[in-house]
């Protein structure tokens, strides 16, 4: 029987034949991994820090690998070998729809690249070509003979994928080369806290100190030990940032952050005959027989379940339309757990419990419970070691000063991740401000470490090294929030060190041009240490040689100012922090702390000009269960103007004061507004939010948590 027209030309066709059954499965596959496998695996081999921060072995990443390309496919070949028991016209119903449905991914990505119109249209697009593409398949012989060569493409991606991508290293990775120095000092103990994504500019309001208000520990830290102002990092991203800080070698861009790349270290020139203690949750530079995960690995099936759950998003972000792409979690700001945020099976608003285990390889999210057990259990020693790598302040910003969590709010991301911000300065201005208060988390954490220290009579004799990998840029108007970029140096390659050597009581500020690559041969210097392997750094308590400050990219591009330029770039930022949010202490930052303390009158039921993103906020709040409802946001129904400063004051009251101020931006065409506000403010059980708009000296009631109910109550 001849194939008909139209539909008919498709449908009615006789049966496959076992081969034709096994070529259209191939021609699946060959699609499949064009349009869903490449794109990941291209992903992975190039960013192989990704599974060192996650622990992964050789064995979770190619079973991760394999089975992505292999098990989708043969499930929806299972599928057609199941249409074929119900007839032919079943078959060539279920294969066209694969092959098309499958093409418009591959498509989607392809039309992205070219044009940027609505997702809606790139889907239409897509997926009119995926049906092309299908329908070619069954009317042209050779569109056929190409899929039949296309079916190599999945060994192709695969075997590229394992041998030829930087990943190759981590799935065949060569025999560590790692020794313990002789020679690890005198009886000093060594302490080390490395902090993530914090600026020397977010700790001052003016040109020349630490804001004691805000950070009473670090303002301390720097007036008992030598605060190195003019520190510069080597990259602005941390799997290369931190083995700089802890070997003291500027390695090449694509090396890998673990011991067996990066032998020279830290752990290797200190280690021996001191007790170690240990957290390393993004890098592997301490090796695992030092540094075992003290409450043991998780499994491999957990570990590739942890995986799947993770990559879905980072998938999705890649073969989605881009503003599909954007609705989902943020992938570039952590190595795991992309989706804690948007997990559906905790009520909104409700405490999301995750105990953190205290490992040596600790989990790469901000976990307040983990920091804190770990300063407690710092060892009482004279020749103690102890290094941890804290993911705070670094995004996503949830912490008050305590370390307690608040409310979540979609305005969570406002920049392109680590790119340029998507808001102008008022929108900044709310990320800046949530940033600053969890650094103020961060600086308790510093305090703690300290009392531990001095509790355990060993802060005098120890030295104690307090630094970040990197910064985080709050400019706006085009400069990324955390990629090099020359105009960003201020910022984010400009992180705080103090090093309190043995010994020290009072503090000095040294105005000489350090980087990260000092801090190991200054330690050895400290500790008395005269056999150290050769690092890209000098000791600072000797010579400084002058030098620009450079920053490396993940592909090995240099960026490079003049020292005296980057710190032009700080007090520029210093200054535009303080225009933006005030130099006041926590939660009273905002465009008119004067406010702060207003009685104002209720806001009447119905009134609804804005509109909170979570209308029930604060409503019914238990301390002990729910997130803190401190972060208040929502949506005005009027445009703002372009200048930031020319937008309206708000003012936010709970229970009947004014505890914030902000001003109203755009973000994807609608005008949003947000501010954090006391937690002390709040009581438990109801707390009345009202929302104002200021009117030369009057506050105009917006709206707040107070509705008309559907019977006009």
């Not at 799947?308 to 979690?329: F, I, S």
């Not at 900044?428 to 509790?455: C, N, P, W």
């Amino acid at each position: 029987m001849k194939p008909g027209k139209g539909v008919s030309a498709l449908l009615d066709r006789p049966a496959p034949t076992r081969r034709q059954l096994l070529l259209g499965g191939g021609h699946l596959v060959a699609l499949w991994a064009l349009a869903f496998v490449q794109p990941l695996l291209d992903l992975l081999g190039k960013n192989p820090d990704f599974f060192v921060a996650r622990d992964n072995t050789s064995s979770d990443i190619l079973i991760l690998a394999i089975g992505f390309t292999l098990i989708p496919p043969l499930l929806l070949f299972l599928i057609e070998w199941l249409a074929v028991k119900l007839g032919p016209r079943a078959y060539h119903a279920v294969h066209f729809l694969l092959l098309a449905g499958i093409s418009t991914f591959l498509f989607i990505q392809l039309i992205s690249d070219l044009i940027t119109p609505r997702s809606v249209i790139i889907l239409l697009l897509a997926a009119l070509l995926g049906g092309l593409l299908a329908w070619s398949v069954y009317r042209f012989v050779f569109v056929r003979n190409l899929m039949d060569i296309l079916i190599i493409a999945p060994v192709v991606i695969l075997l590229m994928f394992i041998f030829t991508s930087k990943t190759s290293d981590l799935i065949f990775p060569e025999e560590s080369s790692f020794t313990l120095a002789a020679d690890s000092g005198d009886d000093h103990p060594i302490v080390m806290m490395i902090f993530d994504e914090l600026g020397t500019s977010n700790l001052m309001t003016d040109h020349r100190s630490i804001d004691r208000s805000r950070y009473p520990n670090f303002a301390r830290m720097a007036r008992t030990s030598t605060w190195y102002r003019n520190q510069s990092t080597t990259a602005f991203y941390t799997p290369h940032a931190v083995p700089g800080i802890l070997t003291g070698i500027n390695a090449p861009a694509d090396t890998l952050p673990n011991s067996g790349s990066q032998p020279l270290s830290l752990f290797s020139q200190f280690s021996r005959n001191r007790p170690l203690h240990v957290l390393e949750p993004v890098t592997a530079i301490c090796p695992e027989d030092l540094c075992p995960d003290l409450e043991g690995t998780p499994g491999q099936l957990s570990r590739l379940q942890s995986l799947v759950a993770d990559l879905k998003y980072v998938e999705g972000k890649l073969v989605l339309p881009p503003g599909l792409a954007e609705t989902l979690p943020d992938v570039s700001s952590n190595f795991e757990d992309f989706g804690a945020g948007a997990d559906e099976s905790a009520e909104p608003g409700k405490r999301r419990i995750k105990r953190g285990k205290l490992v040596v390889k600790g989990e790469p999210e901000s976990d307040p419970e983990l920091y804190e057990k770990f300063i407690r259990e710092i060892p009482d020693s004279d020749r103690g070691l102890t290094m941890m790598h804290l993911h705070l302040p670094h995004q996503v910003w949830k912490y008050d000063t305590s370390g307690n969590q608040y409310n979540d709010s979609p305005l969570e991301q406002l920049s392109r991740s680590t790119g340029k911000w998507m808001v102008n300065s008022n929108g900044i201005a709310v990320s800046q401000y949530r940033m600053y208060v969890q650094t103020g988390y961060a600086d308790l954490l510093l305090g703690q470490m300290r009392r531990k220290l001095e509790t355990l009579g060993i802060w005098d004799k120890a030295i104690v090294i307090v630094t970040a990998d990197h910064g985080i840029s709050f400019e706006g108007a085009g400069v990324p929030q955390r990629q090099a970029d020359d105009r960003a140096m201020g910022e984010v390659a400009n992180p705080p060190l103090f090093i309190k050597y043995p010994g020290q009581q009072h503090g000095l500020v040294s105005r000489e041009h350090s980087t990260t690559l000092d801090i190991v041969p200054t330690i050895a210097r400290a500790v008395g240490v005269t056999d150290i392997y050769e690092t890209d750094g000098v000791p600072l308590q000797g010579p400084v040689p002058a030098r620009d400050v450079t920053i490396t990219d993940p592909e090995g591009n240099h960026f490079t100012v003049t020292p005296g330029e980057m710190v032009r770039q700080r007090n520029a930022a210093i200054d535009r922090a303080n225009e933006r949010l005030g130099t006041g202490p926590f939660y009273t930052l905002g465009p008119a702390p004067l406010l702060l303390g207003r009685k104002v009158r209720p806001v009447s039921a119905g009134t609804a000009d804005v509109l909170l993103d979570e209308p029930d906020l604060g409503k019914a709040y238990d301390p002990g269960v729910d997130l803190i409802p401190m972060f208040v946001s929502g949506s005005w129904n009027q445009p703002v103007p372009a200048g930031p400063r020319r937008a309206p004051v708000f003012a936010i009251a709970i229970n009947g004061k004014i505890r914030g101020t902000t001003r109203p931006f755009t973000l994807d065409g609608t005008t949003r507004w947000g501010t954090l506000i006391n937690p002390a403010s709040l009581k438990q059980g109801k707390n009345r939010i009202g929302i104002y708009r200021l009117a030369g000296k009057r506050l105009i009631p917006l709206g707040g948590n107070t509705r008309a109910t559907a019977a006009g109550a």
